[in-house]
């Protein structure tokens, strides 16, 4: 009666670390060079005159984060003081809990 189960539950751990094991890590993505969404990121800044606006976010709405998260759209909170969306330069002073530093 508790063969059925436990077989099942070793199928289950096999195929939880295979797929583990392919997935990659975001430390070593981050180790060879940023993500494209990254160097999208700071070429829109210098392109638009834009800045790093910190703590102003909507959960799952900001354009990236200083070691929070790997980056865009990967807010879990509203507000996250390390996730930052990317605003004309002058505009974060502007806006209530804005920073231009993670907290």
Known sequence: MKQPLIAASALSAAIGLA???????????????????????????AKDKLEKCYGINAAAKNDCAEGAHSCAGQATQARDPKSFVLLPAGDCAKIQGGRLTPA
């Open 19 to 45: 797929l583990a094991a392919q997935a990659p890590t975001v430390q070593a993505q981050g180790a060879k060079e940023p993500p494209q969404i990254v160097k999208d990121n700071m070429a829109r800044m």
